[in-house]
């Protein structure tokens, strides 16, 4: 009897509720919201930023790793990440251990093992290609054009090394939080809205893909700020319990929220673009519904419509 009555009670509410369920899709906020739920389940964010983090674990580490060896950071990039985080003494033996000195590096991989690095970190380019293509609905272009992965990848690097001399340059100062922060949303912004252009060969409006840059460098950065409390708790833990290994678990969880945070920011950035309120004009700068996407198309051919029929805005 208590299971049926729930039942009825339920539907009863169902029933009482599903008019204003029904007007609040048919405004411009309720198609938005419901556009970008899809289009979040859609793009399977918790595969696609798994792959991601381990693409970057794989690619990008490797890469900062070398170019620590090249940089001011002589001692390694496992100590330069260690002061960074203000791990413990004992983390920061294990974390520097991990990793070979700057000049151990640098003496064993060479000038020629620095370009195949680079090259192989071309995998998170793809797989973020891969990403953006599926989640704007455009086509993967062609062979013909792999130096944006290449690009993709330099720009990603650069990034981290801008980030890195900036706390370098403002340690100390009482200003130094609030430069970092600045300087992180401006290089994140600019970073996330050139790379999508470039591994969509320019099929998605730049200034459409402005929105989801800056959503991206926000998220980011938030989540920056989480992660100087998250970081070395995790790592002090992970230390601890299973050595470098535990660290590495650790290290692959964080670059999964950061993936993930990429991920979503897309797909909302999308649904953004494909809204027929103020906030989709504001994203598309006024441009109608078909010209959000596409300053030029892929390999010659046509850009696809900036809208599957099925997500056609309601009147």
């Given at each position: 009897m208590a299971v049926a009555e729930l039942r009825e009670r339920m539907e009863a509410l169902r029933r009482r509720y599903e008019p204003?369920?029904?007007?609040?899709?048919?405004?411009?906020?309720?198609?938005?919201?419901?556009?970008?739920i899809e289009g979040v389940a859609e793009i399977e964010p918790f595969d696609r930023g798994?792959?991601?983090?381990?693409?970057?674990?794989?690619?990008?580490i490797p890469i900062m790793v070398v170019t620590a060896s090249y940089g001011r950071a002589r001692n390694g990039f496992g100590t330069g990440l260690a002061d960074s985080l203000g791990l413990p003494d004992a983390v920061r033996?294990?974390?520097?251990?991990?990793?070979?000195?700057?000049?151990?590096?640098?003496?064993?991989?060479?000038?020629?093992?620095?370009?195949?690095?680079?090259?192989?970190?071309?995998?998170?380019?793809?797989?973020?290609?891969?990403?953006?293509?599926?989640?704007?609905?455009?086509?993967?272009?062609s062979l013909r054009t792999a130096?944006?992965?290449?690009?993709?990848?330099?720009?990603?690097?650069?990034?981290?090394?801008?980030?890195?001399?900036?706390?370098?340059?403002?340690?100390?100062?009482?200003?130094?939080?609030?430069?970092?922060?600045?300087?992180?949303?401006?290089?994140?912004?600019?970073?996330?809205?050139?790379v999508p252009y470039v591994l969509m060969d320019r099929q998605v409006r730049l200034r459409v893909l402005a929105f989801p840059g800056v959503v991206t460098a926000v998220a980011l950065a938030i989540l920056q700020a989480a992660?100087?409390?998250?970081?070395?708790?995790?790592?002090?833990?992970?230390?601890?319990?299973?050595?470098?290994?535990?660290m590495t678990f650790a290290y692959i969880g964080w670059l999964f929220a950061l993936s993930f945070v990429i991920v979503v920011a897309t797909a909302l950035g999308r649904?953004?673009?494909?809204?027929?309120?103020?906030?989709?004009?504001?994203?598309?700068?006024?441009?109608?519904?078909?010209?959000?996407?596409?300053?030029?198309?892929?390999d010659g051919d046509a850009p696809m419509a900036a809208t599957e029929s099925s997500n056609q805005p309601h009147s």
């Amino acid at each position: 009897m208590a299971v049926a009555e729930l039942r009825e009670r339920m539907e009863a509410l169902r029933r009482r509720y599903e008019p204003v369920a029904e007007r609040w899709r048919a405004t411009p906020a309720g198609r938005y919201v419901d556009r970008a739920i899809e289009g979040v389940a859609e793009i399977e964010p918790f595969d696609r930023g798994m792959t991601l983090a381990a693409q970057a674990f794989t690619s990008i580490i490797p890469i900062m790793v070398v170019t620590a060896s090249y940089g001011r950071a002589r001692n390694g990039f496992g100590t330069g990440l260690a002061d960074s985080l203000g791990l413990p003494d004992a983390v920061r033996r294990a974390l520097a251990g991990s990793v070979p000195a700057g000049s151990e590096v640098g003496s064993g991989f060479g000038i020629f093992g620095l370009l195949v690095a680079v090259v192989g970190a071309t995998a998170y380019s793809r797989a973020l290609e891969r990403m953006y293509s599926r989640a704007w609905g455009v086509r993967k272009p062609s062979l013909r054009t792999a130096w944006r992965w290449l690009a993709a990848v330099v720009a990603v690097v650069a990034a981290l090394s801008i980030l890195n001399l900036t706390a370098s340059a403002t340690q100390g100062l009482p200003v130094q939080g609030w430069v970092e922060t600045l300087v992180r949303l401006v290089v994140w912004s600019v970073v996330w809205t050139a790379v999508p252009y470039v591994l969509m060969d320019r099929q998605v409006r730049l200034r459409v893909l402005a929105f989801p840059g800056v959503v991206t460098a926000v998220a980011l950065a938030i989540l920056q700020a989480a992660g100087g409390i998250y970081l070395p708790i995790a790592l002090t833990n992970g230390a601890q319990q299973f050595g470098v290994l535990g660290m590495t678990f650790a290290y692959i969880g964080w670059l999964f929220a950061l993936s993930f945070v990429i991920v979503v920011a897309t797909a909302l950035g999308r649904a953004a673009s494909l809204d027929d309120g103020p906030v989709g004009r504001f994203v598309r700068g006024g441009a109608p519904l078909e010209d959000a996407q596409g300053d030029a198309p892929a390999d010659g051919d046509a850009p696809m419509a900036a809208t599957e029929s099925s997500n056609q805005p309601h009147s």
